[in-house]
């Protein structure tokens, strides 16, 4: 069964900006990018920095032909402040290796509020 916690009103959340709040015990960081909101743990899994402090960024992906790496818009990536892992904020995996991957949480969006979904 899933919980959702309101993290507050739309307009809160500027463009572009990670936004760290708290739902219950956690700190989460929380994106608006494209009018598509994203939640993830603002835990690092390398040493455990307070990864939402880092800078937001267009995420890339694998182009064609192979070795081609081009911007994708659609996928903003975190850069963790401290040794700068790169974390795509839609899956929390990094981007180098997928083993190592921050906590990420479904967001929804309802009558002008932002609801965490803790149970995903
Ligand atoms: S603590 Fe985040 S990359 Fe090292």
């Not at 990670?18 to 909101?37: H, P």
């Not at 032909?65 to 994708?72: H, K, L, Q, T, Y």
């Not at 659609?74 to 899956?91: K, M, N, R, S, Y």
């Amino acid at each position: 069964m899933s919980a959702r916690i309101d993290l507050g009103a739309v307009e809160e959340f500027e463009e572009g900006v990670l936004q760290v709040r708290q739902a219950s015990s956690r700190q989460i960081g929380v994106a608006r990018w494209k009018d598509r909101f994203y939640a993830l743990r603002n835990i690092c899994p390398h040493q455990s920095a307070p990864l939402c402090a880092g800078r937001l960024l267009t995420g890339i992906s694998d182009g064609e032909p192979v070795g081609v790496i081009e911007a994708d818009d659609g996928a903003p990536v975190v850069t963790c402040p401290w040794h700068g892992w790169e974390f795509h904020l839609d899956t929390g995996k990094s981007l180098w290796d997928e083993r190592y991957k921050v906590r990420a949480y479904q967001v929804v969006v309802e009558n002008g509020r932002v609801l965490l979904e803790m149970g995903r």
